[in-house]
């Protein structure tokens, strides 16, 4: 009984020590949890943790801008200008919302390298379900800073392929673009982190992928459902810029501020096309040469010189040949000078020669941008054969003889149909009557020809068999 009695003495000092332990501990974290203070959730935690490992929070606003339709220098404008604009307004984020089915190499070239270097996180969205960041825009995709893609959407098929112009599937200069452009895909991919053996043969073999396979294949960073989900995303997304800063996008206010098109743009987008540039210089150099030919009639002249200016803005932006741009140039001055210079055609000869080499040299013959054989040779032939036969017009009336005027009568035939006088004679010429001295042995009814105006009377003598 004793020795029962001891054992139940130890347990409940053991049990004793043990609840005295419990309530010690639980004592201890309600006090260490009065210092701390509630702690944080959701994104102030990630910002908090953000601050601490020196990441920069933005939290300024959002800008965005709409591609979507083919990449050309309009599309570049409008990024440089959303880009200067998110710097002066120290946004948080450049926003760009992508369908496109590829465009000019030129273009994205440029909008890569405004990209890639700027200052604000830049973040490209293929958006909305259906839409696709095909060739140039799969590119463009790459370079960001954040690609993101809705679901529905496809981004690959980058192949290189020319304006207006097919090129052989194994020559020098198809594998020579196929390369560079090649070599830029890889450079961006590795330069962002991203999939660089996927961004080779979306290049050399047109792979594409749909938006899971491509976050699966590290190619884009985020799946988001609409702009208000990818905003909500990127809120918890530390992201490195390429000069090495780690910044975190958290603007006061989520919603995107959309640049709309200014005039330039929406009229660069039109005429960016080589095609419709080289038809529009034509068009305004057979303006200007009608109107100079045929003064007064006005309309050719004025429309003219619109398309002129037009054309040589949009070859301008397509990066086209300074010497073969004055060769055209040069071709036009040339066909004015036939008007008014008797040449027999050497001007217009020359004139025709320095059009075609000018044409020929428009755009660089190893690049992505062409005139189509199909515009380029009626059109060139049609210009051609108009401003040579004005020309041969222009010397034909400068080698004929007058047809008004008191020259125009000179030789002309008549007849005498009454005497007035010994001298004095009315004679009908050139369909009218008029009153004419002559000699005094002409009869009536006597076919005579002008010899002379003096004043309102003619002279004339007998007409010569």
């Not at 440029?110 to 604000?120: A, E, G, H, R």
């Not at 790459?142 to 020319?162: K, Q, R, W």
């Not at 040779?377 to 007058?402: E, M």
Request: glycine share 6%; hydrophobic share 50%; proline share 5%.
């Amino acid at each position: 009984m004793k020795r029962s009695k001891g054992r139940w003495k130890i347990k409940g000092k053991l049990f004793a020590f043990c609840l005295l332990f419990a309530l010690c501990s639980l004592i201890c974290a309600q006090v260490s949890k009065a210092k701390v203070g509630p702690q944080k959730k959701g994104p102030d935690t990630h910002l908090e943790k953000a601050r601490q490992d020196k990441a920069q929070v933005l939290t300024g606003p959002v800008i965005a801008v709409r591609i979507d339709s083919a990449i050309n220098p309009a599309s570049m404008e409008l990024l440089k200008r959303g880009i200067n604009k998110a710097k002066r307004e120290r946004a948080s984020l450049f926003l760009i919302i992508l369908d496109t089915p590829g465009g000019l190499v030129t273009s994205v070239r440029k909008m890569i390298q405004l990209v890639m270097s700027s200052p604000v996180p830049v973040a490209v969205f293929v958006y909305p379900p259906g839409a696709r960041a095909a060739s140039a825009g799969a590119l463009l995709t790459l370079s960001a800073d954040i690609a993101a893609m809705a679901p529905g959407t496809n981004i690959g098929a980058a192949h290189p392929v020319t304006i207006g112009k097919e090129m052989e599937a194994n020559s020098t200069m198809s594998r020579k673009v196929e390369n560079d452009l090649a070599a830029l895909a890889v450079s961006i991919a590795m330069k962002r982190g991203r999939n660089a053996k996927w961004a080779e043969e979306a290049v050399r073999k047109s792979v594409s992928a749909p938006a899971q396979e491509a976050l699966k294949l590290h190619v884009i960073d985020v799946i988001a459902r609409d702009v208000p989900d990818l905003m909500k995303k990127l809120r918890k997304r530390p992201i490195r810029l390429s000069d090495g800063r780690i910044v975190i996008v958290a603007p006061e206010n989520p919603k995107p501020i959309f640049l709309k098109e200014s005039i330039r743009e929406k009229v660069l987008k039109v005429i960016a096309d080589p095609n419709i540039a080289y038809i529009l210089l034509m068009i305004g150099m057979v303006g200007l040469y009608f109107e100079l030919a045929h003064p007064g009639v006005i309309l050719p002249g004025s429309v003219g010189s619109i398309c002129l200016l037009l054309a040589l803005y949009a070859l301008h932006t397509l990066s086209a040949s300074t010497t073969a741009v004055l060769l055209i140039l040069l071709a036009f001055v040339l066909f004015v000078l036939e008007l008014f210079i008797t040449s027999h055609g050497i001007l217009a000869i020359s004139g025709a020669i320095a059009l075609a080499i000018g044409s020929l040299m428009l755009f660089d013959s190893h690049g992505t941008i062409y005139i189509s054989a199909s515009v380029l040779w009626p059109t060139l032939l049609f210009v051609i054969l108009f401003f040579v036969t004005i020309a041969i017009l222009a010397a034909r009336a400068t080698f004929s003889r007058p047809k008004t005027g008191q020259e125009a009568l000179l030789g002309e035939p008549g007849v005498v149909k009454k005497r007035l006088s010994h001298n004095r004679f009315q004679v009908f010429v050139h369909g009218e009557l008029w009153e004419a001295l002559g000699p005094d042995d002409l009869k009536e009814g006597q076919e005579i020809e002008v010899s002379g105006v003096r004043g309102l009377r003619l002279e004339i003598k007998p007409k010569e068999e």
